[in-house]
């Protein structure tokens, strides 16, 4: 069963402060995603990678830096936090390969407010 | 560039009424179409994708039929059920023109069913 896990599930932070969100999938997938979700906006891309080391922008870039350090692993950074940026954040995994073509598989979300 | 548009954002149904909930696309080339959907406090999942061989796809009495000539993918049920109450979301991958793996979301239907 395709897996992808987000920690932590919920965040509360200070306007400036500095949050990391981790995602590990244990697809073997070589591309993932950071979107966020916000009522009347549905899933906004944010960043994403399709290896590790790599990364692409997103739709809304903004606020927001990410790293993918192994091809498990991608972390989303707000360096300073806004409280703009509350929302609940999923990370995704997807493979352009095999009968799951470019299907994404979601983690379970981490819900982040800045207070 | 490519883009979804599901032109409802909220549908009200009883339940035992037929649902349709409206998927139109542009795309550049001939892309793969999916419904993902969304109950709540859960993460987005794979309902149904389109199938190369135009076989229509169906899950949970779910079915979607892809019309090129009108550039649509609507989801549908005979019966709507009080467990179908969530988001929806069309979604279509530009089948990796280009080296992207990118879905492009629309912004989500939310279906609510009531006895």
């Known amino acids: 069963e395709a897996a992808v896990t987000q920690s932590p599930r919920n965040k509360v932070t200070v306007t400036g402060g500095n949050v990391t969100l981790s995602c590990r999938q244990t697809n073997s997938h070589n591309y993932m995603y950071w979107y966020r979700q916000d009522t009347g906006h549905g899933l906004r891309l944010i960043h994403y990678?399709?290896?590790?080391?790599?990364?692409q922008i997103g739709d809304v870039p903004d606020g927001y830096k990410a790293t993918r350090t192994t091809q498990e692993d991608f972390f989303l950074l707000l360096e300073l936090a806004s409280p703009s940026q509350t929302s609940l954040y999923f990370c995704?995994?997807?493979?352009?390969?095999?009968?799951?073509?470019?299907?994404?598989?979601f983690g379970p979300g981490t819900r982040l407010t800045v207070l | 560039g490519d883009s979804v548009t599901q032109t409802e954002g909220l549908v009200t149904l009883t339940e035992g009424l037929p649902v349709m909930l409206n998927c139109t696309y542009q795309?550049?080339?001939?892309?793969?179409l999916f419904w993902y959907v969304q109950h709540l406090n859960e993460a987005p999942k794979l309902l149904l994708k389109s199938f190369t061989d135009n076989k229509r796809p169906e899950h949970q009495g779910f079915h979607a039929t892809l019309h090129k000539s009108s550039s649509s993918f609507h989801l549908q049920k005979s019966s709507a059920q009080l467990s179908d109450s969530a988001l929806y979301y069309c979604a279509l991958s530009d089948r990796g023109q280009g080296g992207s793996a990118k879905l492009i979301f629309g912004e989500g239907t939310k279906l609510t069913v009531s006895s």
């Open positions: 795309s550049t080339y001939s892309p793969f």
């Open positions: 990678s399709y290896g590790a080391g790599n990364l």
């Open positions: 995704a995994s997807s493979d352009l390969r095999g009968a799951n073509y470019a299907e994404q598989f």
